[in-house]
């Protein structure tokens, strides 16, 4: 563990982030996030599956949101499938998520769509048609 954490700090030298993947989905990745403190944690889509009607599970993202904050680390929400689930992950104030409510993989990155950022409550007003925040339909 000590040359990963000299290897890490070479690289955060040069601007580098490190992050955490599928935090959630075993035991090591707990070890891990307390040894590299790293800039994001990715929360494994089996915590964020059905956390809306499944209270355990929001109680645990609930949970590493607030730790996450408390040591000046961002969550990222891997699998959000649904618009409840977003909801609740919005709610938490988790500030990242993938999943394919949010836009399905594709080789060239593209922007969130129209009706998605509406049901986010990231804007207020209708967008113009050629906003260049929104995908077209």
């Not at 090591?28 to 990715?42: F, G, H, V, W």
């Not at 599956?49 to 609930?62: C, F, R, T, W």
């Not at 904050?69 to 104030?93: D, S, Y």
């Amino acid at each position: 563990m000590k040359n990963v954490k000299k290897v890490l700090s070479h690289y955060r030298k040069q601007g580098y982030r490190i992050a955490i993947d599928d935090a959630g989905a075993g035991y090591s990745s707990l070890q891990a996030i307390a040894e590299l403190r790293p800039d994001y944690i990715k929360i494994d889509r089996s915590i964020i599956h059905k956390v809306d009607g499944h209270s355990v599970k929001a109680i645990l993202l609930e949970t590493l949101a607030g730790f996450a904050r408390k040591i000046g680390c961002h969550l990222i929400a891997e699998g959000i499938e649904t618009q409840e689930e977003l909801q609740v992950v919005t709610k938490l104030g988790i500030p990242f998520g993938q999943g394919y409510w949010l836009g399905r993989p594709h080789p060239h990155l593209r922007p969130i769509a129209h009706e998605t950022l509406r049901t986010w409550k990231l804007v207020d007003q209708p967008l113009a048609e050629d906003d260049p925040q929104t995908c077209p339909s």
